[in-house]
Structure formats: structure tokens, C-alpha cells
């Protein structure tokens, strides 16, 4: 899976505020358009500056009036924003076709995200705008500009003139190119349906993100909340798919923690960055359902992974397990054909020996083959690796992570462990994650508190003993070990550390 920027776990606190752009429509009420741009960006540690394209009449139920900004007053506030430099631009609501080629002409040049969410229906009031001129100059002068569009469906209907109510073909038909996404928003389909699903299209793949339909009545402002809190996050350095779930996960909260405004429908209410909900993902084509692996921790196991070894060879299972480790990985990358079979065999027989759950690394088939306890799988396994058959052999599965969108898919297959990492900087491997360190540690641990979770990356006995406080089930490392004076006694100190810092509760 390839990443175009850095990816974080948690928003960096910045004494510098990273600044995004919002051109869209003003509000009277307050409960939507520009105004909610700019709560979403706060809670998320962002300035935002605006460039109003109407100023409306609105109650809380009623749009009553739309005034559109002259055209000269729009383009000197959007020339003032662009001179402070913003990291990403979320269009809103754009009052007609000249405005959009004004706005598509003065963003030509633009190097940062833009995401345009398209207003050509007020559905939560019952308005819509039949402009067809506003419809084609949105798809031929603006979006081809735009690395996301977020419609819902009658927008998406209205942009192609189409009744089809197919979420996939629909997201592919407004993709403006391979290169750029489309979310399809789901609130208005299938509207008697449990859960709200957003269908988006991307350029390496398609995935859609679903939330239980919550009965509120407090919806005013969700469009615009979900795209501007996706430029947000692109403002601050988050990667397309990463920004589509945390967002996701945001609307969620603030859907739930929405509620009345003097007695009247009120508008989702925006807060910090989320924690909890997160989406279920789903693929067009996966076959991921009813996937069910082993648990590989309690009942007649041991509570936690504990320390957790990762070794390239046979030769350094046979010097560590004698020291009462419980838990190790085995990833061979210098054999192949039958002297790698008879080594995974032989690593198998090992551990069995010594009663210790031994996972191997990516060969799924040879795990299966050779009776293993468990198999350990990257993101990029996941698609190639049969699944189903892992899981009907009855061996239990971990799966590495990095951000919340590998998390999220993770989440679908139900695994036996989640790994999380870097937690600090690592020489064994290049990665484009920014480390977490234990405030990332503990926010993880936090999230994922249903789930055993697995600490990996450069972590020693210098900051075990941090590692092993916050609670996490295991703790993997390769260089603590293989490379110290004496692994042995390194490997029986390392056990000690992690069994005197956990905390209470946790044996």
C-alpha cells in the first residue's frame, strides 16, 4: 500500500496553526456553510480562513433567500486567502456557474488538496437547485481541479442526469479522474437501512465506510462538516484515506452529540479528534464476511502476548525459547522452495516444543501446510493471501497496522491481534509514519481497548518499561535481542521489565 505523505496517528499540536481555506456560502443561522467549516477546523487545531460566495437567509428549518457576492468581491477575498498560504481548500456552496469559473481560474495553479463539496441541494430543507449551467461548469471547469468531490446521492443524480441509484457506478462516473477520489455520500440511500454507508472511489481502490443510522433530527450541517473536516486533516498532513475515515469517525460523534438550538432543530456538533466509532469498512469484491480466527490470548493461554520476539531464523528460536519466551514471529526473507518449507516445519516443531505461539510470517500457505499456531500479515498480504482458508485451518491471525485507515480494514477480517506501530524510529525498516511515541501508544490503546494489541518498533530496554505501563498485550522487537552482548539474559531481563510494569489487572 503506497502513501503519498507522512501519516500521523494524532494531530500535532501546533504553536504554528496549519491554515486551510474555505470558499463557500454564509449562513445566517449558523448551523451550516462557512461557519461550520470553521468549527470543524477548530477542534482540530486549524485556522480557517474564508472567502464568502453568498450570504444567506436561513432559520432552522427554511433556506428563504440566497444573495450571491459579486463576482470582484469574491476573487479579492479568495487572492487575500491564497496569499497566507493555505495547506488544502474545502468549495462549498457556489451560487452560480460564473462563480465557479472565477473560483476554478484563480485555483488553476494550486499545489495543496482541494476538496469540493457541491451544493446543489439543500435536502435537509427541502431546496434544490435545478441550474443545469452550474452542473456542467462544476464538472468540466471545477472538479477536474479537486483531489476529492463529496456529493450525495441527488447531487451525484443532478451532476449526470441519471436516475441510477447504483452507489459504485455512481462514485466511478463522477470520478473526474484516475487519479482523484470521490465520496459518495450515503444519507439519503437506502434511507430505512440500519447503517449509512459512503461509498468512495479511489485511484489505487474502491472501499466504502458504514456507521449505524442514528435517529436524530439534528442534521443541519453535515455536508459540510465531513468535507471540511476532511481539508482539515489534509491541512495537516494526513493521507486521502486516513483523512475519509477519521473524518467519518468525527461526523459519527457529532452526529450523536448533536442536539436542539432554543427549542429547535439544531446542527451537528463538532468535536475533538475521535476515539471511538469507527466504521465498518467493506470492498466491492471482498470476500471478508463471517471471517472468524481464534482468539490468542486467555482461557487456557496466557492473558497477554508478553514479550514478543521476531527472528529471521531457526537458530535464534533455538537460543530464545528456552527461556520461557510464549510468544515469537519467524519471517524468513533469504530462503525459498523446499529449504524454506523445512525451515517454517522445523520452526513449528520448535515451538510446540517449548509451548510457545509461534506466528509466521506472510507464508500463510506454509503455516497451514506445516500445522502453525498463527500466521502475521501486512497490509499489502491481505490481498492476496486466501483469508478464508487461514481462517478454516483454524490458526489465528495478526495483522500489521500503521493509521487508522489500515485499522479500520484490519477491523473488517476480525483478527486475532492488532500490531500498531512505529512506536519510535526504527533502523530495520524504512516507513513513511511519523513515529507515535507513547502519547500515540496510549491514544491507540485507548481506541483499540476491545482488541489485543501488539507494540512494535524501536523499542528496547531503554523504554520498555513505558511500553509495558500502558497496557498493550504484546510487545515485539528483533534488534534488543539479536543484537545484544548476551540475548539470553537480554531476553529473560526484557520478560521481567514488561512482567513488573504491567499494570493492575493485566497478568
Known amino acids: 500500500m503506497k502513501y503519498s505523505a507522512t501519516t500521523h496517528c494524532l494531530p500535532p499540536q501546533w504553536e504554528d496553526k496549519p491554515l486551510m481555506l474555505s470558499i463557500g456560502g454564509s449562513d445566517s443561522a449558523a448551523l451550516a456553510g462557512v461557519q461550520m467549516d470553521s468549527r470543524c477546523a477548530a ?39 491564497l496569499a497566507q498560504g493555505p495547506k488544502a481548500i474545502k468549495i462549498g456552496m457556489l451560487a452560480n456557474a460564473e462563480q465557479v469559473q472565477l473560483v476554478a481560474r484563480l485555483l488553476s495553479n494550486a499545489q495543496v488538496p482541494i476538496v469540493c463539496d457541491p451544493v446543489l441541494a439543500t435536502t435537509s430543507q427541502g431546496h434544490a437547485n435545478p441550474d443545469d449551467k452550474l452542473s456542467k461548469a462544476l464538472k468540466k471547469e471545477l472538479f477536474p481541479l479537486c483531489q476529492l468531490i463529496t456529493p450525495n446521492l441527488p447531487e451525484a443524480q443532478q451532476l449526470l442526469a441519471s436516475k441510477q441509484k447504483d452507489m459504485w457506478q455512481l462514485a466511478r462516473q463522477l470520478c473526474p479522474s484516475k487519479a482523484q477520489w470521490v465520496l459518495l455520500k450515503g444519507g439519503h440511500h437506502m434511507t430505512n437501512a440500519d447503517l449509512v454507508t459512503d461509498y468512495i472511489h479511489g485511484p489505487e481502490h474502491c472501499f466504502s465506510l458504514s456507521q449505524p443510522r442514528l435517529a436524530t433530527p439534528h442534521t443541519r450541517g453535515t455536508g459540510c462538516a465531513l468535507a471540511s473536516t476532511i481539508a482539515a486533516l489534509l491541512a495537516i498532513g494526513y493521507e486521502m484515506r486516513d483523512a475519509l475515515v477519521i473524518a467519518n469517525m468525527m461526523q459519527h460523534e457529532g452526529l450523536i452529540k448533536a442536539s436542539s438550538i432554543n427549542g429547535e432543530r439544531g446542527c451537528l456538533a463538532p468535536q475533538g479528534f475521535p476515539s471511538q466509532h469507527w466504521p465498518v469498512y467493506a470492498e466491492p469484491a471482498s470476500h471478508w464476511a463471517n471471517l472468524d480466527f481464534p482468539s490468542c490470548v486467555g482461557d487456557s493461554q496466557p492473558k497477554d502476548l508478553g514479550l514478543y520476539p521476531i527472528f529471521d531464523s531457526v537458530d535464534w528460536l533455538a537460543r530464545i525459547l528456552p527461556t520461557g519466551i510464549s510468544t515469537a514471529q519467524i519471517r524468513i526473507k533469504h530462503l525459498s522452495g523446499e529449504p524454506l518449507r523445512k525451515a517454517i516445519q522445523a520452526a513449528v516443531d520448535l515451538a510446540k516444543q517449548y509451548h510457545c505461539r509461534l506466528f509466521i510470517n506472510d507464508y500463510w500457505q506454509l503455516a497451514i501446510e506445516t500445522g502453525a499456531y498463527g500466521v502475521h500479515l501486512g497490509q499489502e498480504d491481505l490481498q492476496s493471501a486466501d483469508l478464508h482458508a487461514i481462517s478454516k485451518a483454524g490458526l489465528r491471525l495478526g495483522i500489521s497496522n500503521h493509521c487508522h485507515f489500515e485499522i479500520t480494514r484490519a477491523l473488517a477480517i476480525n483478527p486475532s491481534y492488532l500490531a500498531c506501530g512505529p512506536i519510535y524510529a526504527t533502523s530495520t525498516k524504512q516507513m513513511p509514519w511519523v513515529p507515535y511515541g507513547l502519547e500515540g501508544l496510549h491514544y491507540w490503546r485507548q481506541a483499540l481497548a476491545d482488541h489485543p494489541l501488539v507494540a512494535i518498533a524501536g523499542i528496547d530496554s531503554s523504554n520498555i518499561t513505558a511500553i509495558a505501563q500502558t497496557g498493550v498485550s504484546g510487545i515485539a522487537l528483533i534488534t534488543a535481542i539479536t543484537k545484544a552482548t548476551d540475548a539470553q539474559r537480554e531476553s529473560q531481563h526484557l520478560k521481567q521489565l514488561i512482567s513488573s510494569n504491567r499494570p493492575a489487572g493485566i497478568t
Open 43 to 81: 477542534v482540530l487545531n486549524v485556522h480557517c480562513s474564508t472567502a464568502i460566495t453568498a450570504t444567506t437567509a436561513q432559520t432552522n428549518e427554511a433556506l428563504l433567500a440566497v444573495n450571491a457576492v459579486p463576482l470582484a468581491a469574491l476573487a479579492s477575498q479568495i487572492e487575500a486567502a
